[in-house]
T-cell receptor
Framework: DAGVIQSPRHEVTEMGQEVTLRCKPI?????LFWYRQTMMRGLELLIY????????DSGMPEDRFSAKMPNASFSTLKIQPSEPRDSAVYFC?????????????????FGSGTRLTVV | SQQGEEDPQALSIQEGENATMNCSYK?????LQWYRQNSGRGLVHLIL?????REKHSGRLRVTLDTSKKSSSLLITASRAADTASYFC??????????????FGRGTQLTVWP
C-alpha cells in the first residue's frame, strides 16, 4: 500500500483565497483524521470521520473550515477564506480503529502533510 | 486536559547512549501509543501498550506503563544519529464519549550527536 496520500505537499496562497487540501486514506481504514501542527499549539485534531461520517468536529477553528468525506477513499479539508494565522502543516491520518475490545487499539498512519502558507 | 505530557521537552545525547523519554497523563486509559516524527515528515507509529500491560519491546525500543502513576516511558537503547526526531505519546482515554480518537502530547525533541 502507498500509505496515506496528501496533496498538495506545499501550498502558498494569498489571504482571502480558498484552499483545498486532499487526502486519500489507506484502503480498508475506516477512521480518518485531520490534524494541524504549529510550533505554538502543537498537534491539534480538527475533525475525524468514521465510515465517512463526521464524528467530532469540535476542533475546527471556525466556520471558515469545512471537511468532507464523500467516499471511503477521499477526504478534503477546505479553508475559505484563508487567513495568515491558518499557516501550518496539515496532516491527514487513517486507522483501522478497534479490534473489538480494549479501546482504540490500532495506530494511526499519517500522511506526509501539506505545508500551508497564507501571505 | 486528556492529552499526555512528555518530559523532557528536549534531550541531547551522544550516539551509543540510551535515551529515556517520559509521558504523564491524567485520565484512565485503554492504551497508550508512541510516535516518532522526523523533521518535515508525518508521525510514524512506533508501539502500542495496553492498559493491562506493564512493558513492551520492539527492537531497540522499550516502553513501560505504570497506570497507578499514570505515566509511561520510552527507552531507546544504543541510540543512533538516525533516531534524531520528535517523539510523541498519545493516549486513548477510557471514556465512551472520546472513543475513536487519541490525545497527543507536545513531544520530546531528541537529538543524537554522532
Amino acid at each position: 500500500d502507498a500509505g496515506v496520500i496528501q496533496s498538495p505537499r506545499h501550498e502558498v496562497t494569498e489571504m482571502g483565497q480558498e484552499v483545498t487540501l486532499r487526502c486519500k486514506p489507506i484502503s480498508g481504514h475506516d477512521y480518518l483524521f485531520w490534524y494541524r501542527q504549529t510550533m505554538m499549539r502543537g498537534l491539534e485534531l480538527l475533525i475525524y470521520f468514521n465510515n465517512n461520517v463526521p464524528i467530532d468536529d469540535s476542533g475546527m477553528p471556525e466556520d471558515r473550515f469545512s471537511a468532507k468525506m464523500p467516499n471511503a477513499s477521499f477526504s478534503t479539508l477546505k479553508i475559505q477564506p484563508s487567513e495568515p494565522r491558518d499557516s501550518a502543516v496539515y496532516f491527514c491520518a487513517s486507522s483501522l480503529g478497534f479490534s473489538g475490545t480494549g479501546g482504540f487499539n490500532y495506530g494511526y498512519t499519517f500522511g506526509s502533510g501539506t505545508r500551508l502558507t497564507v501571505v | 486536559s486528556q492529552q499526555g505530557e512528555e518530559d523532557p521537552q528536549a534531550l541531547s545525547i551522544q550516539e551509543g547512549e540510551n535515551a529515556t523519554m517520559n509521558c504523564s497523563y491524567k485520565t484512565s486509559i485503554n492504551n497508550l501509543q508512541w510516535y516518532r516524527q522526523n523533521s518535515g515528515r508525518g508521525l510514524v507509529h512506533l508501539i502500542l501498550i495496553r492498559s493491562n500491560e506493564r512493558e513492551k519491546h520492539s527492537g531497540r525500543l522499550r516502553v513501560t506503563l505504570d497506570t497507578s502513576k499514570k505515566s509511561s516511558s520510552l527507552l531507546i537503547t544504543a541510540s543512533r544519529a538516525a533516531d534524531t526526531a520528535s517523539y510523541f505519546c498519545a493516549t486513548d482515554p477510557d471514556r465512551g464519549s472520546t472513543l475513536g480518537r487519541l490525545y497527543f502530547g507536545r513531544g520530546t525533541q531528541l537529538t543524537v550527536w554522532p
